[in-house]
C-alpha cells in the first residue's frame, strides 16, 4: 500500500489545470457527489483549475433512483453536464464513456489539461485512460464505492475495464485498506498499485451544535434515531426497519427513526414500515438537499448505518463530525474508521437481532453514548478533515507518471445484469 504524505511542501500550484471526470455530482444524490463536491472546493483553494465534466441521468427513472439532471454551479470551477444517454438506453455505457472523451479532447484543444482524474473506475475511469492515451496527459483514478464492489463481477467486458484502470492508472486512490483488499482480490491486482487516501468530511459544516453535551437526548423519553443516505438494500435499509421494529418491543422508552434520503429501495422501504405497523414512528424524508444535512445530523440522538460495504462511508464521517454516536456494520470501508466499542459499536452486516440490541444500548446508555460521540469527534477532526486530505491528493498530482497507454478491453457482453439494471452499479 502506498501512502500518499504532503506534509511540508509548498501546495500552491497556480496555473495546474485539471479535468475531472465524475459519475455522481449534485443534484444527483450520492456520497460521492459530497466528495466531489468538496475536493473541488478544496483543489480551487490552491489555485488550480478545474474543469469538471459530470455525468447525469435525466430521465425520470434516473431521477427517481437517485436525483438528478444536469450538475450544479460550483464557484471557480468550470462545469459541463455530460447526460448518461446510453445508460438508460439499454445499459450502453461505452456510448457515455466515448461522450466523455468528445468533451474532454474538445475543452483540452481551447486551453490544454496538465492532467485528468476519474472519480469511479468505471465508466469515469476507463474514460480517463482514453483521454490520456489520445492527449499525452497523466491520469489519476478514484475508486469509489459501488464500481469497486460490484464492477468486474458482472461479466468478462466489465472485468477487463477494472483491470485496465486497476492496472494502467497512473495513480490509482482508495479510500480504505479493507476496501482495497476487497478490489485486489475481486480484480487480481497487486495491491501495492493502490495509494490510500481515506474519506473525508467538511467540519465546518458538520458540526455538533453549541455547546456540545454529548450523549444527551434531546428527548429523554424519545431518542431520535437517524439513517441518511442512499436508500438502498445494499445499505442496510430494510434490515434497519425490521431491527427498529424489534427495537420498540425493547425498550419503555418511545424511540423514532428517520430515514432520510432516496434510492433504488425508496419503495421497499415505505412498503416494510407500513407491514411493521410503524408510520407514526418512522419519518421517511425523501430528498434532503445537501445545504439541509447538517441540520438533519443535528436533530439525532444516534447515527444507524447498517451497511453491507463500503469504499469509505461518507455519511459515517459526517456523523461522527456533528457529534452523534455511530452504529454500523463490520464491513468493508467501516472497519477502517470505526473500532467497536472505542469510537463506535459494530455488528456483523444482516444481523438484524443484533442490530436492534446495539440500538437498545445506544438509546438507553447515556455514558456509553456520550464516549462514543465525544471519542470520534475528536478523531475525525484532526484525521478526516479536507484541509489535510486535500493536500494529500495534490501530492499524488504532483509525481504522475506519463500515461501508460498499453492496455486494451474485450467485447461488451449484452448479458451483464447491469445492461438491464444500470443504475444499481
Keep these: 500500500m502506498v501512502a500518499a504524505s504532503g506534509e511540508g511542501r509548498d501546495l500552491a500550484m497556480k496555473n495546474l489545470r485539471v479535468l475531472f471526470y465524475s459519475r455522481r455530482f449534485f443534484p444527483t444524490i450520492s456520497g460521492m457527489s ?104 497523466p491520469n489519476v ?51 501495492e498499485r493502490f495509494t490510500f487516501i481515506p474519506g473525508a468530511v467538511d467540519t465546518e459544516r458538520f458540526r455538533p451544535e ?18 441518511h443516505g442512499r436508500v438502498d438494500a445494499r445499505k442496510g435499509a430494510l434490515d434497519l426497519i425490521d431491527a427498529f421494529a424489534k427495537l420498540r418491543g425493547m425498550t419503555a422508552l418511545a424511540p423514532r427513526l428517520t430515514v432520510s434520503g432516496i434510492g433504488p429501495d425508496s419503495e421497499a422501504v415505505a412498503a416494510r414500515v407500513r407491514e411493521r405497523g410503524l408510520e407514526s414512528h418512522v419519518r421517511l424524508t425523501g430528498y434532503v438537499a445537501y445545504e439541509e444535512v447538517p441540520r438533519v445530523y443535528r436533530s439525532a440522538d444516534v447515527f444507524v448505518s447498517p451497511t ?37 459499536l459494530l455488528v456483523e452486516p444482516r444481523d438484524v437481532d443484533a442490530l436492534a440490541s446495539s440500538m437498545l444500548r445506544l438509546v438507553e446508555d447515556a455514558a456509553l453514548r456520550a464516549r462514543l460521540a465525544t471519542t470520534a469527534h475528536d478523531e475525525v477532526t484532526r484525521i478526516y478533515a479536507w484541509h489535510e486530505v486535500g493536500r494529500r491528493i495534490i501530492d499524488v498530482y504532483r509525481s504522475l507518471p506519463a500515461p501508460d497507454d498499453d492496455w486494451s478491453v474485450v467485447q461488451p457482453d449484452p448479458a451483464c445484469r447491469y445492461r438491464s439494471a444500470p443504475h444499481l452499479l
Design 210 to 227: 453549541a455547546p456540545f453535551h454529548a450523549g444527551e437526548l434531546r428527548n429523554a423519553a424519545r431518542p431520535e434515531l437517524l439513517f
Design 34 to 137: 459530497v466528495y466531489a463536491l468538496n475536493l473541488l472546493r478544496e483543489l480551487c483553494k490552491h489555485g488550480i483549475e478545474v474543469t469538471l465534466v459530470a455525468q447525469y441521468r435525466g430521465d425520470a427513472q434516473g431521477r427517481a433512483v437517485y436525483g438528478g439532471g444536469p450538475p450544479i454551479a460550483v464557484p471557480g470551477v468550470t462545469v459541463i453536464g455530460a447526460e448518461s444517454v446510453g445508460e438508460v438506453v439499454g445499459g450502453d455505457f461505452e456510448r457515455d464513456i466515448e461522450t466523455l472523451v468528445r468533451i474532454g479532447v474538445r475543452e483540452h484543444a481551447r486551453r490544454p489539461f496538465d492532467l485528468v482524474h476519474a472519480q469511479y473506475g468505471y465508466p469515469p475511469g476507463l474514460a480517463a485512460l482514453e483521454t490520456s492515451r489520445k492527449l499525452g496527459i
Design 308 to 344: 453491507y460495504a463500503e469504499g469509505f462511508s461518507n455519511t459515517i464521517l459526517e456523523a461522527m463530525a456533528s457529534g452523534i454516536p455511530v452504529l454500523s456494520t463490520r464491513a468493508v470501508g467501516v472497519v477502517d474508521c470505526i473500532r467497536h466499542e472505542d469510537n463506535g
Design 141 to 191: 483514478v478514484s475508486i469509489q464505492g459501488g464500481d469497486g464492489h460490484w464492477v468486474g463481477s458482472c461479466c468478462a467486458h466489465h472485468r477487463s475495464a477494472m483491470r485496465a484502470v486497476l492496472d494502467h492508472a497512473g495513480a490509482v486512490l482508495i479510500g480504505s485498506p479493507s476496501f482495497a483488499a476487497e478490489v485486489s482480490e475481486h480484480n487480481g491486482t497487486a495491491p
